[in-house]
């Protein structure tokens, strides 16, 4: 006898929608981890900030619930009712976090606020924005 040793795909029937704003979160995720912020001392070291600093972590927190939400309800339908506005708020959470603490420090600031600051504009104009017939590539049927 053989048994199957298919494994089960969790983002297989993800639509495309949600799929788009998990990898928005994903790299919102990612860039709380790079540097935000380089200081340069006299030349012989230098120090980098990441973005799990101070308000930075409500930043990461809200790239992480906007990354959960895309599980909840039918993953096979675009976001809708109060799924659709709690991802879109968590990522205007992390949008408006990351642009205060670029505004608090501007000087030094280095790629990940800016990697950030674009997945948290991204992740909010993809949920929130775009309709989901924009993201297929099929024209829409009039």
């Known amino acids: 006898m053989e048994q199957s040793t298919q494994q089960s795909n969790p983002f297989q029937n993800l639509h495309k929608q949600k799929l788009y704003a998990l990898i928005a979160a994903v790299v919102g995720v990612i860039a709380c981890f790079l540097p935000w912020w380089s200081f340069g001392y006299t030349g012989l070291y230098s120090v980098s900030v990441n973005g799990l600093h101070e308000l930075g972590i409500l930043a990461f927190l809200g790239f992480i619930a906007a990354g959960a ?19 879109a708020g968590a ?7 990351t642009l205060i603490q670029f505004l608090r420090v501007t000087s030094g600031a280095s790629f990940g606020i800016w990697i950030s600051l674009i997945a948290g504009i991204a992740g909010a104009v993809i949920v929130y924005i775009l309709k989901p017939e924009q993201l297929n590539n099929k024209p829409p049927q009039s």
Not at 71 to 81: A, M, N, R, S, V
């Open 69 to 87: 939400v895309c599980f909840l309800g039918d993953k096979t339908k675009p976001f809708e009712g109060q799924f659709k506005m709690i991802a």
């Open 91 to 97: 990522f205007a959470l992390a949008a408006l976090i």
